[in-house]
């Protein structure tokens, strides 16, 4: 059984960890998060010391290290995306071997620096790429593995998760916080592309603001059309009034349905962690290259079929 601790407790994804730390068969030691509504605990890990300051997990943390029977082995990070860095790096002084979601850092240069943590405290870090584990994601790379055809896939991807205007007053809408829409909701699909297609040729951005980016990814083998949106109005009229999320994957035309098994895919990713088989840094870096290029990038006119057929029809 290994030990863990939780930073983020309180936040939307937090539960996931919980119950994969549960599911593994280890324990949930101690929570930290400066909100106070982690009631969700209680029918998970009663038993886990929480805290509202980081000072005080710290030092119990730290305290916790002097024995070996009671030393945490693992952190799990679920903080908001600005604060992973910080947080990686003390969970790894701590001795411990780091879990992180996803965006795991904004930059390269940061990769860089927790590299160097890396190695200064002999830990690992290792990111929650998910979709990776995805049966319809790895059906897909398989086939596309063993294709003869030299010719590129041209690939749609489309992801509308509509969002209230709570989000906009929370860190996410912050840029200087979440890294943008295209970073917070967009990097697990660049993870995903990269994984299934290869190496990223070219990254053109055609538009972003606030609530949504488009643009045109070329990799090894697939041509990518992509619109990412947390507007409602974007979502396609067969959609509107009945579900807040439209999710679609075209490939040469034919959708690949991923829509189910979400659910348990981080208790598969703590299993693989837990085996020894996590995906590391640098495993992340080509996700991260490529939501910082999207960043800074200018904009560009689509040239021929490069463009989202949503852009034509932008609310905002």
Known sequence: M????????????????????????????????????VGIIDSISPQSEFFTEFE??????????????TALDYVAICSP???????IAAGLRLGCDVICE???????????????VERETGRRLYNILQLRHHQAILALKEKVSSARSEHKYDVELTYITSRGKWYMESWKGDPRKSFGVATNIGVHFYDMLHFIFGKLQRNVVHYTDAYKAAGYLEYEKARVRWFLSIDAHDLPDAVKGKKPTYRSITVNGEEIEFSEGFTDLHTVSYQEILAGRGFGIADARHCVETVNTIRSA???TPQNDEGHPFLKTLSR
């Open 2 to 37: 290994k030990r863990f601790a939780l930073i983020g407790a309180a936040g939307y994804i937090a539960p996931r960890h919980m119950r994969a730390i549960k599911d593994t068969g280890n324990e949930l030691v101690s929570a930290y998060d400066i909100n106070d509504s």
């Open 56 to 69: 005080r997990f710290y030092e119990h943390a730290w305290r916790l290290k002097r024995q070996p029977e």
């Open 81 to 87: 995306n600005y604060l992973h860095q910080p947080h």
């Open 102 to 116: 996803k965006p795991l850092v904004p930059t390269p240069e940061a990769l860089d620096e927790l590299a160097l």
């Open 298 to 300: 200018a904009l560009s």
